[in-house]
């Protein structure tokens, strides 16, 4: 049977693939795993973004916690950063979002933070995964006095908001945002930190209804964000996905600020602040060319991991660096939480735009984007690890990268979150790479379905 969980916790189709019963036993698992060296009855927090399917895997997830004798405190609609400082705010065992991030409202997920407000390691899931796996082995469910109560917290929000505040002091006042909340967890957080900072907000895709989370809006479709910019004459635009963990940005001309170009923006005033540690960022291998060159002409140590924010964040944790993150907008202000946190990203980018008085598309010239194509091709969940066990993959994959070797680079890669191997070509020529990613995707696709 395949690992239950991925890059980012376990996902699938919800009620499909991710059904209240496997939330369930996620819930015993997790409990058990995150509280078994603990001497005290163990608490979990519990929060979820806007999906339809949140409230049914909540409850199934609480009520497994329960049974095994853990409490929970139900926070409900939150962004994912939020659940991680809260965690570690309120002194409780674990936390757990329920949440598909960027995915499709179909999609849900379930991921865990221990006490501290961390990602759990792989050894932890492993450990999670077995238990299921092994029929919850070894588990007692306790009866009478010892079973888990829940609790409901209504103020948790707040709590969030005023730590944002209190993390990145900037005043906002004359400064106009447009702010694209995905339909997601940011739709209050986002807007109502911005407002009590002094901005004046134009919110879009701010009503969520269960159903139209992520549905064309937020930061993985910023056509109509780019555009309310220009015709808003907005200083800045901000687009969030479901769980607001991730941050794109639009210039004031309407063009898409990515998260290698926010940590260049920002890890060059933290740098000549002083503020950033061993003047180091870490990135992914899937940060753009450009980004690298940028740390090499102002004095910046790039490290590089495997995608993933979570390798991320133990990178950062392994040397002591205080910003990391992906070109996807995960970034990490390992001084302020834990985890990627969509509104310290802003507020971060926001200060610098006002400490600098600069517009945000001067800012971004800190960094020359390199052309990029990325193409994902669509596989079954079960074969993505393997695509290189076909011989006519392999030898394709040989083919461009003997190509593009010298002139630019080939990443090939499952994703850790949904059926797809994902095709990144990188060169001087737009057309060309995007025509090779486009036929290497195609070939994958044809071959392994």
Same mark, same amino acid.
Request: hydrophobic letters at 40%.
């Given at each position: 049977?395949?690992?239950? $969980?991925?890059?980012?916790? @376990?996902?699938?189709? !919800? ?11 996620? *819930?015993? /698992? ?27 895997? /909540? ?34 065992? +674990? ?23 961390? #990602? ?23 009866? *009478? +006095?010892? @079973? ?5 917290? !209504? ?12 993390? &990145?002091?900037? #005043? ?30 134009? /919110? ?22 780019? /555009? ?7 200083? &800045? ?11 794109l940005a639009v210039?004031?001309? *309407? ?24 003047n180091t960022i870490? !990135? ?7 980004? $690298? ?35 996807? *907008?995960?970034?990490? $202000?390992?001084?302020?939480?834990t985890t990627g946190?969509?509104?310290?990203? +802003? ?31 669509? @596989? ?17 994959? +040989?083919? @461009? ?49």
């Amino acid at each position: 049977m395949a690992r239950l $969980f991925g890059t980012d916790g @376990v996902r699938g189709v !919800a009620n499909d693939e991710l059904t209240p019963e496997l939330a369930m036993k996620l *819930g015993q /698992a997790g409990a058990y795993v995150l509280s078994k060296e603990k001497e005290h009855k163990p608490t979990i927090m519990v929060g979820c973004d806007t999906r339809i399917s949140g409230d049914m895997l /909540a409850n199934a997830l609480m009520a497994g916690a329960c049974s095994v004798g853990a409490n929970v405190v139900y926070v409900g609609v939150l962004p994912t950063p939020a659940i991680a400082y809260l965690t570690k705010k309120y002194r409780v065992d +674990a936390g757990v979002v329920i949440s598909a991030s960027h995915n499709p409202v179909e999609f849900n997920g379930i991921k865990f933070f221990d006490g501290n407000g961390f #990602k759990l390691p792989d050894a932890m899931e492993d450990e999670i995964d077995e238990l299921i796996k092994s029929g919850m082995k070894d588990i007692s469910f306790p009866t *009478g +006095a010892s @079973v888990g109560r829940e609790k409901y917290r !209504a103020d948790a929000r707040e709590e969030y908001i005023n730590h944002s505040v209190r993390a &990145v002091p900037v #005043k906002l006042t004359g400064k106009k945002i447009v702010v694209d909340c995905a339909e997601g967890a940011s739709y209050y957080t986002s807007v109502e930190t911005l407002k009590e900072l002094g901005a004046e907000v134009v /919110a879009i895709h701010n009503n969520p209804d269960g159903t139209n989370i992520n549905a064309n809006c937020g930061s993985t479709h910023m056509e109509e964000l780019q /555009a309310r910019v220009v015709y808003e004459k907005a200083d &800045v635009g901000l687009a969030f996905d479901g769980d607001a963990d991730r941050l794109l940005a639009v210039d004031e001309n *309407g063009n898409q600020i990515d998260g290698d170009v926010i940590m260049a923006i920002v890890g060059n005033h933290m740098k000549s602040k002083g503020q950033l540690k061993d003047n180091t960022i870490v !990135a992914t291998v899937m940060s753009n060319l450009g980004f $690298f060159i940028m740390g090499r002409e102002n004095g910046i140590n790039i490290e590089q991991t495997k995608v993933g924010d979570r390798y991320v964040l133990e990178r950062m944790l392994e040397i002591g660096a205080n910003l990391g993150g992906e070109q996807s *907008g995960h970034i990490i $202000f390992l001084d302020e939480n834990t985890t990627g946190d969509g509104l310290l990203s +802003a507020l971060h980018l926001l200060q610098v735009m006002v400490e600098s008085g600069k517009p945000l598309s001067e800012l971004a010239s800190v960094m020359t984007v390199l052309p990029q194509a990325l193409v994902g091709a669509k @596989v079954p969940n079960h074969k993505k690890e393997s695509y290189m066990e076909y011989a006519e993959i392999a030898e394709a994959i +040989a083919r @461009v990268n003997e190509k593009f070797e010298g002139e630019g680079r080939v990443l090939i890669r499952p994703s850790g979150t949904e059926p797809l191997v994902r095709v990144m070509i990188e060169g001087k020529d737009r057309q060309l790479i995007e025509k090779e990613a486009k036929a290497l995707a195609e070939l994958i696709q044809n071959v392994m379905l």
